[in-house]
């Protein structure tokens, strides 16, 4: 079974860090694009980043450049967003998913196949 499961959410303080986990099972990450998106409540899914199957990313949030960074380990078979200097409207739900195989990155969400449960992310003092 193909499947996506994000983990690393939680509650952080303004400031702090967190570096959330997407886990590919049932198939192998390597000739995938992966993206990372958030949705707040109320608000509409937002592609954040996406690393290409060759290692080079894309960031397409310029509320979150210079803070998060997307890296991926084929041979753990995982993508991870390091988010730093976190901030409370980064608050939201976090979502990994992959493109088809040897698809490249995409800006929007209606092309990425596979979806993650989604992993909360909450900064509040």
């Known amino acids: 079974q193909v499947q996506l499961v994000e983990s690393g959410g939680g509650l952080v303080q303004p400031g702090g860090s967190l570096r959330l986990s997407c886990a590919a099972s049932?198939?192998?990450?390597?000739?995938?694009?992966i993206g990372w998106f958030r949705q707040a409540p109320g608000k509409e899914r937002e592609v954040i980043s996406c690393?290409?199957?060759?290692?080079?990313?894309?960031n397409y949030a310029d509320s979150v450049k210079g803070r998060f960074t997307i890296s991926r380990d084929n041979a753990k078979n995982t993508v991870y967003l390091q988010m730093n200097s976190l901030k409370p409207e980064d608050t939201a739900v976090y979502y990994c998913?992959?493109?088809?195989?040897?698809?490249?990155?995409?800006?929007?969400?209606?092309?990425?196949?596979?979806w993650g449960q989604g992993t909360q992310v909450t900064v509040s003092s």
């Open positions: 049932g198939f192998t990450l390597d000739y995938y694009a």
């Open positions: 690393i290409r199957s060759t290692g080079s990313s894309i």
């Open positions: 998913a992959a493109r088809a195989k040897y698809y490249f990155c995409s800006g929007s969400a209606y092309d990425y196949n596979n």
